[in-house]
């Protein structure tokens, strides 16, 4: 039965009749970059072309299965300067916030909008304002790849402007390796405590792990974070990557945890069947659907997660 939404769903787009987005020559070389766009069949000589693939397949996806309801299309901000005002040359990946909140009016039915502002830019409070009287349902953060620090006390006012909108953080954790310039301390998830102690809620992506393997000394701080704040949540996204597995082992052995998840899959990554070795591997390997086959993972390691939708509803809310 379809009942859950995806919170993490990158929507890729290449620049093309004036949508805003922005892909550097830096990018356009990342072996992950270009392995993805062969994957998805993209033809990145034809941007509209290949965007309206993209989202053509993802449309199909979501359709077809049996699990998910809809996914949050998430944008992606830039890195701003000191001023506040855009560095396109730092910035090497843009999806903006009109092409996310144009194709989730467009189709309502599958898409959620999962706006990008990075706190630093000069009209963060502005944007944020704007994008919810587009029908943004929370607002997606990489500090990592945006360049700023998620703790520093000058986000407060933002901070505070989403906790009385109700509208949830959802922040990159631990290491980035897709996109290129980066500050990898900036992924540490206790930096969310500034967010956390405005009252914001906030969900920390990839399973609030590191993202290098064993050991993972971030599962600590998931731990703690969720003792600390009544409106901390954990995303499950990415966690069948061998470079992340670590949280998803971690969450079988802490079930006292599994009310703060929130169901993801980072698509259009993969989603392994390891980790279900032993237990339902073939049953799962032939589930084609990336939504259905992160469910069964899920489901069979006994990992249980709550609706995105019923955020709203969480203790001390």
Known sequence: MKSAIDVHVHLA???EAGNGCHVSRRMMRNPLFRYLAWS???????PGAANARYVERLLIEVSRSERIKQVVLLGMDGVYDAAGELDLAAS????SNRYVCELARRYPGSFLAGVSINPSRRDAL????????????LVKVLPNSQLFDPGDK???PFYRALARHGLPLLSHVGFEFALIGKDQSAGDPRRLRTALDEGTSVIAAHGCSRGLGYPDSYLAVFAEL???YPRF???????T???????LFFLTRHPELHDRLVFGTDYPLPVFCYPVLGRSYGSTLVIKNSFDRQVRVLESLNIRFRDFSSLGSAPGG
């Open 126 to 137: 502005e944007e944020l304002e704007r994008t919810v009287e587009e029908g943004a349902v």
């Open 241 to 247: 990557l061998p470079n992340r597995v670590s949280a």
């Open 233 to 239: 949540f954990v995303d499950t996204s990415a966690l």
């Open 154 to 156: 000058r986000f407060i």
């Open 40 to 46: 998805q069949g993209l033809d990145l000589r034809r």
């Open 13 to 15: 787009a290449l620049p």
């Open 92 to 95: 090497d990946f843009l999806v």
């Open 226 to 228: 969720v003792r600390s």
